[in-house]
T-cell receptor
Framework: NAGVTQTPKFQVLKTGQSMTLQCAQD?????MSWYRQDPGMGLRLIHY???????DQGEVPNGYNVSRSTTEDFPLRLLSAAPSQTSVYFC?????????????FGPGTRLTVL | AQSVAQPEDQVNVAEGNPLTVKCTYS??????LFWYVQYPNRGLQFLLK??????LVKGSYGFEAEFNKSQTSFHLKKPSALVSDSALYFC???????????FGKGTMLLVSP
């Protein structure tokens, strides 16, 4: 199993550009989530999904969209990039929507917005 | 609302000495508690979790954590630190009935030779 994969690993955008961060998992996990990691702030939840067709907002959803058309994929879209979105983004998955199951994290995408 | 505090930004310990990384939580009802580790330029890896039962939880790489309900703490411990344990450690909490984890800000552990 590849686990949780994320692409790209690095990305530089200009303010106002849009892009999609890809996330895929091959473990048939129901629960998937997106976090951003900023120095001194830990991980903050952006959006999450408890199954295909179901998404919900986390702590910091503004400026991001998600969809979950398949169990495997959970892309994160930046609609109009801003410097405040410069961060490291992690996708994670777990077996069920009851997230007392441990989460498996991807390697991250480091995004810089100029 | 659930919250997690890691009061130390950094913990320094000499190799071979015991280590403790502190975590306190605030949730309503019974908490689910987790520790994750992040090595440089990597994603987080699960270390251990407390759901119910024994207050001392054993996890990967020789780590353990002690759940203390009265002090609302879940400190991570290891009897003998290794240089390779140097990493960023995150405590996380989940309130029963919720589906989202809340992470602490992380504690950098530096183990010197």
């Amino acid at each position: 199993n590849a686990g949780v994969t994320q692409t790209p690993k690095f990305q530089v955008l200009k303010t106002g550009q849009s892009m999609t961060l890809q996330c895929a998992q091959d473990m048939n996990h129901e629960y998937m989530s997106w976090y951003r990691q900023d120095p001194g702030m830990g991980l903050r939840l952006i959006h999450y999904s408890v199954g295909a067709g179901i998404t919900d907002q986390g702590e910091v959803p503004n400026g991001y969209n998600v969809s979950r058309s398949t169990t495997e994929d959970f892309p994160l879209r930046l609609l109009s990039a801003a410097p405040s979105q410069t961060s490291v983004y992690f996708c994670a998955s777990s077996y069920t929507g009851d997230s007392y199951n441990e989460q498996f994290f991807g390697p991250g995408t480091r995004l810089t917005v100029l | 609302a659930q919250s997690v505090a890691q009061p130390e930004d950094q913990v320094n310990v000499a190799e071979g000495n015991p280590l403790t990384v502190k975590c306190t939580y605030s949730v309503s009802g019974n908490p689910y508690l987790f520790w994750y580790v992040q090595y440089p330029n990597r994603g987080l890896q699960f270390l251990l979790k407390y759901i119910t039962g024994d207050n001392l939880v054993k996890g990967s790489y020789g780590f353990e954590a002690e759940f203390n309900k009265s002090q609302t703490s879940f400190h991570l411990k290891k009897p003998s630190a290794l240089v390779s344990d140097s990493a960023l450690y995150f405590c996380a909490a989940l309130e029963s009935g919720y589906s989202t984890l809340t992470f602490g800000k992380g504690t950098m552990l530096l183990v010197s030779p």
